[in-house]
């Protein structure tokens, strides 16, 4: 797994939280909306598919932080693909989902990061490849060691989930809030005042991007 540093430096003295977009990404059917949802409702049914995206908020205390994440869960099929992209816009951090059972599943996780790196500059976006269904190990198709050496090599941060039996989805949500008030505290971004939010990375590349979505 990559290094993730400690607790964020930045602090939000005056009440008001830092605010995020999180993109999750990923094949059909890898367990994308289970894991938003079991993360935000502590549940785990068997759900639609998704068609285009759905929206979710989260508000999290890091610290003395509180940082609001505005989770996009875009829809996995191959025919929502390129409207996927109009979603991971603006994005603050992504979460690219694969099943451990399915390789064709970890090679598509791969190829969103391709994409990804077209679209926003070294760094500018925290992104986790995160493994999931670690529940059907006897079908498992890819190693962690295969998932950990790819994450590595791409200077990702990697986690395996399981949101059947609730294994790690809080803690890939809490690390990636922690490595954006990290970010956000080593860019000495001020805390946000009275009335005001900071939306983070709205840089000037960031700026000329608006979402289409
Ligand atoms: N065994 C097991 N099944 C899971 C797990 N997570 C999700 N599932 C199941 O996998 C199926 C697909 O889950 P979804 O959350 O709809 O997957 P998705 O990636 O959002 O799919 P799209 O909306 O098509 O992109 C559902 O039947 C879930 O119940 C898990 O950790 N273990």
């Known amino acids: 797994m990559a290094q993730v540093g400690g607790l964020p430096q930045a602090s939000t003295t005056s009440g008001q939280p830092y605010v995020s977009k999180l993109v999750l990404l990923g094949s059909s059917s890898v367990g994308k909306t289970s894991l938003v949802l079991r993360y935000i409702k502590q549940d785990f049914n068997s759900v639609l598919p998704t068609v285009g995206c759905a929206f979710f908020t989260k508000m999290l205390d890091v610290g003395s932080s509180s940082l609001k994440l505005e989770i996009w869960d875009t829809a996995g099929q191959e ?26 599943s970890f090679h598509q996780a791969q190829q969103w990061l391709e994409d990804l790196e077209k679209e926003f500059q070294p760094g500018e976006v925290v992104v986790m490849l995160v493994g999931n269904k ?6 498992r198709q890819v190693s962690f060691q295969e998932g950990n050496e790819f994450a590595e090599s791409k200077s990702l941060l990697f986690m395996e989930t399981s949101v059947k039996q609730n294994y790690q989805v809080s803690e890939v949500f809490d690390t990636i809030a922690q490595e954006l008030l990290k970010r956000a505290g080593d860019r000495g971004s001020s805390s946000p005042q009275d009335g005001e939010t900071v939306v983070l990375n709205q840089g000037p590349a960031a700026r000329q991007r608006q979402c289409c979505a």
Do not use: M, P, Q
């Open 79 to 104: 025919k929502y693909h390129s409207v996927c992209h109009l979603y991971f816009r603006g994005a603050n951090a992504a979460l690219l989902v694969y099943d451990i059972t399915r390789k064709d």
């Open 134 to 139: 670690t529940d059907l190990g006897e079908e």
